[in-house]
């Protein structure tokens, strides 16, 4: 049975990193807090299932929050150090989520030590779902892939 308390540190909660962040942002990070799994360990708690928290669109959606609102306030939380993407996600193979990380970045936030991390960067090279499946010319999005993936190889 999960806990029915979510606690968080009082310097979290002071700190500019998480006062920086709108209410929505807010409501997720919350949300990842309640995902987390703690044991404690001698005199501190630890995170058993760090690494491996789940928060999926779909699950957004279902408690309100636009998939344009819940990716803009995933890059906030990543952004301000709250949270890291420890596995990407596929996109479309169905099982393959991403897999978050609490992270404690956000301790040096808005500091010379802070390290800035962002949303790891798609490379599935542009396939998938086209608006207009019958204009899209798979040869040329391949070429261009290729170009691509050329240029940044030499």
Same mark, same amino acid.
């Given at each position: 049975?999960?806990?029915?308390?979510?606690?968080?540190?009082?310097?979290?909660?002071?700190?500019?990193?998480?006062?920086?962040?709108?209410?929505?942002?807010?409501?997720?990070?919350?949300?990842?807090?309640?995902?987390?799994?703690? /044991?404690?360990?001698?005199?501190?708690?630890? #995170?058993? $299932?760090?690494?491996?928290?789940?928060?999926?669109? =779909?699950?957004?959606? &279902?408690?309100?929050?636009?998939?344009?609102?819940?990716?803009?306030?995933?890059?906030?939380?990543?952004?301000?150090?709250?949270?890291?993407?420890?596995?990407?996600?596929?996109?479309?193979? /169905?099982?393959?989520?991403?897999?978050?990380? #609490?992270? $404690?970045?956000?301790?040096?936030?808005?500091?010379? =030590?802070?390290?800035? &991390?962002?949303?790891?960067?798609?490379?599935?090279?542009?396939?998938?779902?086209?608006?207009?499946?019958?204009?899209?010319?798979?040869?040329?999005?391949?070429?261009?892939?290729?170009?691509?993936?050329?240029?940044?190889?030499?």
């Amino acid at each position: 049975m999960a806990p029915k308390t979510v606690t968080v540190e009082r310097a979290w909660l002071k700190s500019p990193a998480f006062r920086q962040l709108s209410g929505t942002q807010k409501t997720v990070l919350f949300d990842f807090m309640m995902k987390r799994q703690l /044991k404690k360990y001698n005199k501190h708690w630890e #995170i058993t $299932n760090n690494g491996d928290i789940e928060y999926c669109y =779909s699950e957004a959606e &279902k408690k309100g929050i636009p998939r344009s609102t819940f990716m803009k306030c995933i890059d906030a939380l990543i952004a301000n150090g709250f949270i890291d993407i420890a596995h990407s996600g596929s996109g479309g193979k /169905k099982g393959d989520k991403n897999l978050y990380w #609490i992270s $404690n970045r956000w301790e040096k936030w808005g500091s010379d =030590s802070f390290v800035r &991390k962002t949303r790891p960067k798609d490379g599935r090279c542009k396939r998938g779902f086209a608006a207009h499946p019958g204009r899209r010319k798979k040869n040329i999005s391949t070429q261009k892939c290729n170009r691509t993936v050329t240029q940044k190889e030499t």
